[in-house]
């Protein structure tokens, strides 16, 4: 049996946490219309919740290692989603907005130590040339959130209500917390490290420009995607099963572009991979520009993208775990935090250019980020990784902790 094999049941625990992270920050999207008429809010209001619990992420998935570094990694999980779900639990019980928005603070706080903890823990489980392939199957877990998490709790929120939908998740969060403490092991404890540790991790060649292609990545995504339902309504005059639909086929096809994508990136290289998956996505933004106002042509377009998108998001992962693997925990919490903020200034982007521009040249807005995001990775590519992989290593798993 090989080590990967043998740490299958534990990346698919960290997988179960990523899914409930991704289903607690985007299933809001979905009872947009439950939560406005039982806290008598706008829908507008209600959509900000998504923009909180990203900026919360953002902000302090940076900080988790530097305050939780005197603990134990899977301490670091457990704590992480032992908060997720006190937060949703808050949110299930939440009397009024504010109260809602605190617990979504809360949810957040706990996914910012999850998260990157998560796939940094993923990356020691197996030995290096494996690195790419644990890191798409603890991903998986946020891909499914939107095949998955959205739509259900898009449904069970019609007809049980927010409330319980949203418990339904806390509960799902301790599931994965009890799996995580049976079935991941524990590593070494890290060294502890403070603010200043995060200045050798910027200065490593390479890294800035690594973590800024996936901030504007997720910016051109989120331009259109932030705002999906209102696009596809005004461009594609889809109906409100086929958005549901289509964002459903959105998400199955980001599952294959996921579990494709360790093995494009052994096949190709992390550089090519990211290029074609840039490529990709500016492919699918013209499809969405030239395409006829026809819902095939919207899922044509959106498949393509779903598609591509998964095919960046490991490589990435892995590529900067190969720039800092000393301190990979801080490198990853980098690039979750430029991930999410990247996610709420493109859904800022989209939300203000729609209704100004109309849906037509939203894709085209769409464009500037990933041109960014083109030449930041140009740039990171003019750095080699300071212990690449070789194509045959047979390195043994990795027993060093990440600080």
Do not use: K
């Not at 996936?214 to 989120?222: D, I, R």
């Not at 490589?315 to 430029?338: C, E, H, I, K, Y």
């Amino acid at each position: 049996m090989t080590p990967f094999r043998r740490s299958g049941p534990a990346l698919w625990a960290l997988a179960l946490g990523y899914f409930s992270f991704g289903t607690s920050s985007l299933a809001v999207v979905g009872l947009s219309a439950p939560l406005s008429e039982d806290l008598h809010v706008t829908q507008a209001r209600v959509g900000l919740l998504v923009t909180v619990f990203a900026l919360t992420f953002a902000v302090t998935a940076p900080l988790a290692p530097v305050v939780l570094g005197r603990l134990g990694r899977r301490s670091v999980l457990l704590a992480g989603l032992a908060v997720m779900a006190a937060g949703g639990a808050a949110a299930a019980l939440a009397p009024d907005y504010g109260v809602l928005c605190a617990a979504r603070v809360l949810t957040a706080l706990g996914g910012a130590a999850f998260g990157p903890a998560a796939s940094a823990a993923g990356s020691l489980l197996v030995p290096e040339e494996r690195r790419t392939r644990a890191l798409a199957t603890v991903f998986a877990g946020m891909t499914a959130a939107t095949v998955l998490g959205v739509p259900l709790s898009t449904s069970l929120g019609q007809s049980v209500g927010w409330r319980w939908t949203t418990a339904g998740t806390a509960a799902l969060t301790l599931l994965a917390l009890a799996l995580v403490a049976v079935l991941v092991p524990a590593p070494e404890r890290g060294t502890p490290v403070g603010m200043a540790a995060f200045r050798p991790v910027l200065r490593t060649r390479g890294v800035l420009p690594v973590i800024t292609t996936t901030l504007a990545f997720m910016a051109a995504q989120f331009t259109v995607y932030g705002v999906a339902g209102a696009y596809l309504t005004d461009r594609f005059h889809a109906t409100t099963g086929q958005v549901a639909l289509l964002l459903l086929v959105f998400g199955i096809a980001g599952v294959v572009g996921n579990a494709v994508a360790g093995r494009v990136f052994e096949r190709l290289g992390g550089p090519v991979t990211i290029t074609v998956a840039l490529a990709g996505l500016a492919a699918a933004f013209a499809g969405l520009l030239l395409a006829p106002a026809g819902f095939p042509a919207a899922v044509a377009a959106f498949t393509v993208w779903a598609v591509f998108s998964q095919l960046f998001q490991a490589p990435q992962q892995a590529r900067l775990v190969a720039l800092v693997p000393d301190q990979r925990a801080l490198g990853l919490a980098l690039n979750a935090s430029s991930l999410y903020l990247g996610m709420s200034l493109g859904s800022l982007l989209g939300s203000t250019l729609l209704p100004a521009t109309g849906a037509v040249w939203l894709p085209a807005a769409g464009l500037v980020p990933l041109a960014l995001a083109a030449g930041a990775h140009r740039a990171s590519g003019r750095h080699r990784p300071r212990t690449p992989a070789s194509p045959g290593s047979t390195t043994g798993p990795v027993t060093t902790a990440a600080r």
